[in-house]
């Protein structure tokens, strides 16, 4: 018996849809929220370009898939310094995305087919080209909007050298001299990231201000809550201490560093909380925050803090099953006593995607240049996702994982625009390989993407791992994904939660209850037997039962029913 799948779920009426959105309460407990990156998601007007449009054009496709909620990356008004992480203004859409108006269809359009939408928010840092950056440069020292930024003057007999040793995450000093107004080497600005990507200075009142007002700008238009990037930065330690050391530049570091994981940050959390408890409709915050633990990860879902952060321990965990089950106990004793789910997720838009990951030997970390075996990886992905959606809490997609796409890993340099490649010592910046346009068709000049091509070259055979491609075929990653999320809505025992019954289990597998759930993984590379638990609902790979007993394939993992 091989590749079982449920039926997919029935689409919903609008009516019906409507309905369900406005009375399901708590629904980010369980949630599966889809993430989608614009500029690669599907292009309406043919510039190679992927927009809102585009995005609002495919919503049918993300409800039939199952999700319950739509994560937006970045399409604010820009310079695309960093595709989008260098805001010039929050208001704003960029051209390239469309508009305010694109953006409200979106949203109504999504909302009439029960899906819920959720914008990346960028406090840390804005763009060099924001206004209040380009009037702090060009008013000079002294000026009241440097002081909604880090200007500093340096060290040194003529002020040449940085204020202190923090480096750039993507490489370098995290520090820029500027040129003043009359020509003459002047003060030096905090980015913490790229140089075009100034940190605001959150002591300043008036960011505060802004941020709340921002906040309550895209609440008006109806979003359903915000993802915000970088939520364990932004408040730094008192008089921007050096470092010393810099061991701790990674994301994940090991300890609490003095610019990022401050316990300030809870205090902005609190008011932001206060505001969107203001709004009807249940809206959330889901925080990035790289912690070093997910102890401290705990701290930023408290009840009057944010409701969800992404579990980057998962993430980085290795296809090993006594990894799997140590990071997941973790994960749940640490956020059962804040009350909050916990969150799974495998790939995103900074992470090589996890059917390559996996497609190699583990330690190599979550930028790998190497494409792997790809049979080895996609079958490992194909596990990896049953078991992340047979955990209690919400779970996050990552656009085209649903496909199976791997990394693609041999882009010209030519063609690269991740700024981290350009600067020297820091990550690896490989970014580009994970944000390729996916493919919707067999054929055409981007695989459906759009008319015009696409922004970076997407691979000769794409279109064989397209949603055309897999629709309807027996077997393929995507019906396993539709099958997957229809049993997950099906299945009363799945879902929200906050604790797992650990089955006797071989070496090497993972096995545990959740009411008249069962689900099994195999990590090893070798078939495993083991009881069978039931009738069976979905697997990743072959599963052969006979007189009470279950096979199951290497890197495998199958989900049991026991009435």
């Known amino acids: 018996m091989s590749q079982h799948s449920a039926a997919p779920a029935p689409t919903p009426t609008t009516d019906s849809a409507v309905a369900t959105v406005a009375r399901r309460r708590d629904w980010w407990r369980d949630a599966v929220i889809y993430q989608v990156y614009p500029r690669s998601f599907a292009d309406s007007n043919g510039d190679g370009m992927g927009d809102l449009e585009g995005i609002r054009s495919r919503l049918p496709y993300l409800r039939d898939l199952g999700v319950d909620a739509v994560w937006l990356s970045p399409f604010y008004a820009s310079p695309q310094a960093d595709a989008g992480y ?7 859409v960029d051209p390239m995305f469309g508009t305010l108006l694109d953006a409200d269809a979106l949203i109504r359009d999504a909302h009439a087919l029960g899906l819920r939408i959720i914008v990346d928010l960028v406090p840390n840092h804005s763009s060099d080209q924001h206004e209040w950056f380009k009037r702090a440069l060009a008013e000079g020292p002294g000026s009241p909007l440097r002081e909604r930024y880090h200007f500093r003057p340096g060290k040194g007999e003529n002020g040449e050298l940085p204020p202190n040793d923090w480096e750039s995450i993507f490489g370098g000093p995290a520090w820029t001299r500027v040129t003043e107004p009359d020509g003459t080497p002047g003060e030096w600005y905090l980015h913490l990231f790229a140089p075009e990507q100034p940190d605001f200075n959150w002591e300043h009142p008036a960011v505060g201000d802004e941020f709340r007002s921002i906040l309550r700008f895209w609440l ?7 993802r915000i990037d970088v939520a364990h930065g932004m408040v730094k330690a008192e008089g921007l201490p050096d470092l010393g050391s810099h061991d701790e530049l990674r994301m994940l570091g090991n300890d609490v560093t003095p610019f990022f994981d401050q316990d300030g940050v809870h205090d902005i959390y609190r008011q932001w909380r206060l505001i969107l408890d ?3 409709g249940e809206r959330i915050f889901v925080a990035e925050a790289w912690t070093p633990t997910v102890e401290r990860t705990a701290n930023y879902v408290r009840p009057d803090e944010l409701h969800q952060a992404f579990n980057f321990q998962y993430l980085a965990t290795h296809w090993d099953a006594a990894e799997l089950r140590g990071v997941i106990d973790r994960t749940l004793d640490s956020m059962r006593p804040v009350g909050a789910p916990a969150t799974w997720v495998l790939s995103n838009h900074d992470v090589t995607r996890h059917a390559t990951r996996f497609a190699n030997p583990a330690g190599l970390g979550t930028q790998i240049r190497e494409a792997g075996d790809r049979e080895l990886g ?3 992905a194909r596990a990896a996702t049953l078991l992340m959606l047979a955990l209690p809490g919400s779970a996050y997609v990552y656009q085209g994982e649903e496909l199976g796409l791997p990394d693609v890993v041999d882009l010209p340099d030519e063609v690269r625009q991740d700024p981290a490649y350009f600067r020297g010592a820091g990550q690896d910046g490989f970014r580009d390989g994970c944000r390729v346009p996916i493919p919707w068709t067999r054929e ?9 091509g696409s922004w970076l070259p997407q691979p000769e055979g794409w279109g064989e791992l397209s949603v055309e491609a897999q629709t309807g075929r027996p077997g393929s990653t995507l019906e396993m994904y539709r099958s997957a999320l229809a049993v997950r809505r099906e299945q009363a025992d799945l879902g929200a939660g906050d604790a797992v019954e650990w089955l006797p289990a071989p070496e090497g597998v993972l096995a545990f209850r959740r009411g008249d759930f069962v689900c099994v993984a195999n990590t090893t590379d070798a078939p495993v037997t083991v009881p069978a638990h039931g009738r069976v609902l979905i697997t990743s790979g072959d599963v052969e ?3 009470g007993k279950a096979t199951v394939a290497a890197d495998t993992t199958v989900w049991w029913t026991t009435v």
């Open 378 to 380: 996609l079958r490992r």
């Open 220 to 226: 008006d238009m109806g979003v359903d809550g915000f």
């Open 86 to 92: 260098d805001v010039a203004d929050y208001r704003a």
């Open 278 to 280: 203001e709004y009807s």
């Open 545 to 547: 039962e006979a007189g």
């Open 444 to 452: 055409g000049s981007s695989y459906g993407f759009g008319d015009g």
